[in-house]
């Protein structure tokens, strides 16, 4: 059964700020998603990680994949408020097969 | 394009009633799914569908149907609600094979 967990699941912090999320997986995927999502909104995709040693940056965000530990992570830098929203991590459960197993969501707050 | 679509979005049932929500797509895609959100737990597959005529089981499949006979469309029947069904359902499409998931503005649904 394939778990994903993301930690801290809540994440208070200033603006100006660098943080990290963390999202661990238990079985073998090369794919991995990322997505935000606005109080009350649907899902927005942010990154799409295919390949172990993947790193994508859009603006203050940059994802990394790194297979072998089964760990992506979701780097914030100089945080600025339009930026909280919870985030989710996803991955495969069937190779391929957009069968995606979410993480339970980080709760980001940032605060002038 | 009006990308994917969700009806209705809100609902009340009473236990036992059944109903269908809809969800419509048109952007040619091969892949379509259902999750369920519940608070503290992310997104949870239902069932998803990689064409039409071809449908599978999610993570949480108990209590509901599904059936694709177009690409368009792919309606998930509630056969009888039940209050554990109470939550928001998002419908997801995407393109065959690396493509990141879009997702529909959800439907919120009380079951008394």
């Known amino acids: 059964e394939l778990k994903v967990e993301q930690n801290p699941l809540f994440l208070s912090m200033q603006e100006g700020k660098n943080y990290t999320i963390y999202c661990n997986y238990s079985?073998?995927?090369?794919?991995l998603y990322w997505y935000r999502q606005d109080p009350g909104k649907s899902l927005e995709s942010l990154f799409v990680?295919?390949?172990?040693?993947a790193v994508k940056q859009e603006g203050r965000l940059m994802a990394s994949l790194d297979t072998k530990a089964r760990l992506s992570t979701l780097h914030i830098t100089a945080a600025v408020h339009d930026l909280s929203a919870t985030y989710f991590c996803a991955v495969d459960w069937v190779q391929g097969a957009q069968k995606l197993v979410f993480g339970q969501g980080t709760r980001l707050t940032i605060n002038p | 394009n009006a990308g994917v679509t969700q009806t209705p979005k809100f609902q009340v049932l009473k236990t036992g009633q059944s109903m269908t929500l809809q969800c419509a797509q048109d952007?040619?895609?091969?892949?379509m799914s259902w999750y369920r959100q519940d608070p503290g737990m992310g997104l949870r597959l239902i069932h998803y569908?990689?064409?039409?005529?071809?449908?599978d089981q999610g993570e949480v499949p108990n209590g509901y149907n599904v059936s694709r006979s177009t690409t368009e469309d792919f309606p998930l029947r509630l056969l009888s609600a039940a209050p554990s069904q109470t939550s928001v359902y998002f419908c997801a499409s995407s393109p065959a094979g690396l493509g990141t998931q879009y997702f529909g503005p959800g439907t919120r649904l009380l079951v008394l």
């Open positions: 569908s990689v064409g039409a005529g071809i449908t």
């Open positions: 079985t073998t995927s090369d794919r």
């Open positions: 990680l295919l390949s172990n040693g």
């Open positions: 952007m040619n895609h091969e892949y």
